[in-house]
């Protein structure tokens, strides 16, 4: 028998007087330690709606759904985060444009659930939609976000600009404004997709879009 060395002596003198790593669990309670990567949680008051943590999950775990009724006039982007498949990578939150506070990992750790469905959370989030095609422009909490990160550059985009309008309260510019048909130059300063801007330019130069 080969004899046991220094370290490995000092190992087992050390474990026999340290508590246990083990806990009780489920028989008591049990407290993770501070830096535990457990269920993520999404904070609706910070979310923006963004999607950025859907797209980065490496699993899937995080579903967004965008849903416009049948005028295409109104929607709601929903963002679910299913626990069962989750790997509690952390990247969600490291990658959150929320200051990584639209979602955080919570120390959570009791997943145990009879049916899939049951392991999901999900926030919820107005869409804006374009007043001309009805293609999704974005989540109006997630525009206005990008007004506050580039402040008085937003003035110089139309879409902001109508976010604008409406943040300083002045004539809001989305609900009262009507398309003309065909898009003319000044549908710009209306709540229109990137693509029907293009379009209103495209045809203001007189060029066939
Ligand atoms: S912790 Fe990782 S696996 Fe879980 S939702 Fe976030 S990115 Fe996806
Ligand atoms: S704000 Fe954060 S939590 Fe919300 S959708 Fe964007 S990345 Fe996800």
Known sequence: ?????????????????????????????????????????FNPEKCVGCGACAIVCPVGAIKLEDRIDENRTTGMRKLTHF???CIFCGQCEANCIADK????????????YFSHG??????????LICQ????????????????RKIGHLSFAQGILLNINQEIIEI???????????????????????????????LLDENIKP
Request: glycine share 6%; charged share 35%; net charge positive.
């Open 101 to 112: 506070l639209g979602i955080k990992l919570s120390r959570e750790f009791d997943l145990a």
């Open 83 to 85: 626990s069962g498949l």
């Open 1 to 41: 028998m080969r004899k046991p060395k220094i370290r490995e002596l000092k190992e087992a003198v050390k474990s026999l007087v340290s508590k246990p790593y083990t806990t009780k669990f489920p028989y008591q309670e049990h407290i993770p330690f501070e830096r535990f990567r457990g269920k993520p949680q």
């Open 132 to 147: 001309s095609c009805g293609r999704i422009i974005g989540a109006r909490k997630h525009l206005v976000w990008a007004i």
């Open 118 to 127: 049951e392991d999901a959370h999900s926030v919820e989030h107005e869409l």
């Open 171 to 201: 004539k809001s510019g989305i609900e009262d404004s009507k398309i003309s048909r065909p898009l003319q130059r000044t549908d710009i300063f209306k709540l229109i997709c990137p693509q029907c801007k293009r379009e209103v330019f």
